[in-house]
């Protein structure tokens, strides 16, 4: 199974950017596809996830209205467009799959494969 990030750069605080996240080697419908960032000196946390079935998003409550996940099952392809983006958000975003239940769909132990990350800085 391999997940492959792209997208990320430098951008100004306002800005936006477009992530993607390519996967293979996996039933990709069948996995809720997720992303999570790690900032500097800072643990890897939550920032959405696109579920299988019916494709239900959710969103960390400090990205919620700025980011959209979005998914492309013909193209086995999971989206994270980032809107109005502040330095706080710099980090490397990785994405991830898994089959979380929704109690624990924030949670990184819930996610069995992972990409390699794409840096995301935001300039003020």
């Known amino acids: 199974v391999q997940l492959q990030a792209s997208g990320g750069g430098l951008v100004h605080a306002g800005g936006s950017l477009k992530l993607s996240c390519a996967a293979s080697?996996?039933?990709?419908?069948?996995?809720?596809l997720a992303w999570f960032r790690q900032a500097p000196g800072k643990e890897r946390e939550f920032v959405s996830v696109?579920?299988?079935?019916?494709?239900?998003?959710y969103y960390a409550d400090s990205v919620k209205g700025r980011f959209t996940s979005s998914r492309d099952n013909a193209k086995n392809t999971v989206y994270l467009q980032m809107n109005s983006l502040e330095p706080e958000d710099t980090a490397v975003y990785y994405c991830?799959?898994?089959?979380?239940?929704?109690?624990?769909?924030?949670?990184?132990?819930?996610?069995?494969?992972w990409g390699q990350g794409t840096k995301v800085t935001v300039s003020s």
């Open positions: 080697g996996l039933t990709f419908s069948r996995y809720a």
């Open positions: 991830a799959a898994g089959s979380p239940i929704l109690s624990a769909i924030n949670n990184r132990a819930m996610y069995n494969y």
């Open positions: 696109i579920r299988q079935s019916g494709g239900a998003t």
